[in-house]
């Protein structure tokens, strides 16, 4: 598995939406070995680091052989990316191309959980 890496982000004090699309996902389907193709969109709000783009997609490029169902490469891709980047929230959907008259959309989501305001 390819290591994902960050850079700095420049504006930690304010919330905006970096949104990655990548429409050449494949990975396997692991009952039949047939390959499965979907459009990755994932979609976070920074706090420290921000992903950097080659290291995204050599990892998901890493997925192309691995026998995989589309409910846990959905989380598993949510895992990886917040334990690596740490937003402040964290989407991703994966839009799974029709295969046997079926189409498949599976989103995962993470919000980083914040302690309230004005308590210490």
Known sequence: ???LETF????PGRDYVITHTCPEFTAVCPKTGH???AT??????????CVELKSLKLYLQSY???GIYYENVVNAILDDLV?????RSMTVEGRFNVRGGIGSVVTASHAARRPPRGRK
């Open 83 to 87: 334990r690596a980047v740490r937003p």
């Open 35 to 37: 390959p499965d193709f």
């Open 64 to 66: 192309r052989n691995r």
């Open 8 to 11: 700095r982000n420049t504006h």
């Open 40 to 49: 990755l969109v994932i979609s976070y709000v920074p706090d420290r680091v």
């Open 1 to 3: 598995m390819s290591a």
